[in-house]
C-alpha cells in the first residue's frame, strides 16, 4: 500500500455521501443536545500528554498502549485519545463561578494507536457532553436520557443501557482489595492480561473476553457487594430516575469501563449490530483534578463512526447521503455569451441559487458536462439569446425546453423548485 496515496492504517477519508451522512448526524446532535442546555466548545486536538496521565490513570491501556506522543522542544504531547480530559483541562483553568453547571458539548476526531478491525480505528469521531453540575443522580439519569434521545433522533432502535457503579471515591480501595482477596486462589486459572491487572487494574479483569477468566469471574460476589450502602443507593437512584422518564436500562454486574476517573455511575449503550464493537457510546460521573482544581461531572461519549455503520445496516444512511443536486449548468456558446454567464452566474448565487459553467467547449461538450454534474436545468445562451435578452433553460431531467427573459429566470427557477418540494407532511428528508 503506498503511503502517498493512502491514509494511514486505521484512518480514512470521508467522502460524498459519507459526508453528507455525517453532516445530518452533526446538526441533529447539536439541535438534540441544545434542547438540553449544552454548549459546544471546541478544544486543540493535541494536548500536554501529563492531562491525559492525570486525568485517565497511567495504568490504563489507553494511557500505556494506545496514545500517540511525541516530544518537541524538550516537551511531550498527544494527540487527544478522549475528549473529556481536554474539556477537564479548559475547566481547570477557569473559576468555579465559570464551571460550577457549566453543560458543553464536543464534536470531532480522537486518536488511539489500537489494532485497527472493523468498528476499531486509529482516528475516530466522538461526540460528547460533559456537564458540571453538582454531582446527584437526577443529573445522571438525565444525561442518560439526553443520550437515548440523541441516539433515536438519528433513528436508533433497539438500544440497550448497561448501568453499573464504581462506587463512591471511598469505596474504591476497599472494593478492589476485597476483589484481590476474592480472585487469590484462582490466579493461576486467569491469563497473563488478568495476573497482571490483579496488581495494577484489578477491576479490568471482570470484563476480560477470555472464557476462562469469564468463568473465574462467574463465580464470584458483584462487585457492589464490596461497596457501601451509599453507593448502591445511588446506583439505585438513578435506576428510579430512568423509570420515571421511560428510559429502559439494564444493571450489568460486569461492567467496568477502562478509566481511572470514573465515580459512582458508569454506562455502556450497546446496538444490535453483531460482534464486539456494538457498544456505541459510554459515560459515566466522574472525579478529576488539574493542577490546583478538582471536577466533578458525568459525561458521555458516542462513536460516531459506530452509529453511522449501525444507520446503514438498519438502510437509515442513503436518505441522509443522498446529493443535493447544481440547480443550474449555465452553457454558453461564443466568447460573449460565455462572459454574459460569467457575470449571470455571480448573480444567480448571490440570490441563492447553486450553478457552475464550463470554462470554454463545443456545445456538445458543455452540454456532457451539464448532464454529467446532475444539474437540474441547462441554461444555454448563444448570441441570438444574448441580443434578445433571452436564454433557454432546459430541464435536464425532462428534457422540456423554455425561453425566458434573462431578469425572469432566478424567479422561475424558484417557482419550479418550491412546486416540487416535497410538503412537511410527506415525511420526506429535506
Ligand atoms: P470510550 O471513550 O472508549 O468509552 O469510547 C466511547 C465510544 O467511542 C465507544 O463506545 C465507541 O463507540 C467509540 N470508540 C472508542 N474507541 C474507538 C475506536 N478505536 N474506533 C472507533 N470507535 C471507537
Known sequence: MSTLTQPIQGMSDITGA????WRWMEETARGVMTRYGFEELRTPLMEHESVFVRSIGDTTDVVQKEMYVF???GRR???RPEGTAGVMRHAAGLGPQETDGARWFYLGPMFRCERPQAGRKRQFHQCGVECLEAP???VDAEILALQMDLLQAWGLKNLAIHLNTRGAAADHAPAAAALRAALAPHEAELCEDCRRRIGQNVLRVLDCKNEPC?????GLPALTSFMSQESRDYLDAVASHLSVMGVPYMIDPLLVRGLDYYEHTIWEIVGTAAGSQSALAGGGRYRIRLGERELCGVGFAIGMERVAAALEEAGLAAA???AVPLDLWLVGLGDAAREAN?????????AGLSCRMAPGGSMKSQMRAANKSGARFALIRGEDELAAGTANLKNLATGEQETLKTEA?????QAISAAAAPTAASGEPT
Open 18 to 21: 459519507e459526508v453528507r451522512l
Open 71 to 73: 516530544e518537541k522542544g
Open 77 to 79: 504531547y498527544c494527540l
Open 136 to 138: 446527584s443522580p437526577v
Open 214 to 218: 469469564k468463568a473465574v469471574v462467574a
Open 320 to 322: 441522509h447521503g443522498a
Open 342 to 350: 460569467l457575470a449571470l452566474m455571480r448573480s444567480l448565487r448571490a
Open 409 to 413: 429566470i432566478e424567479q422561475r427557477i
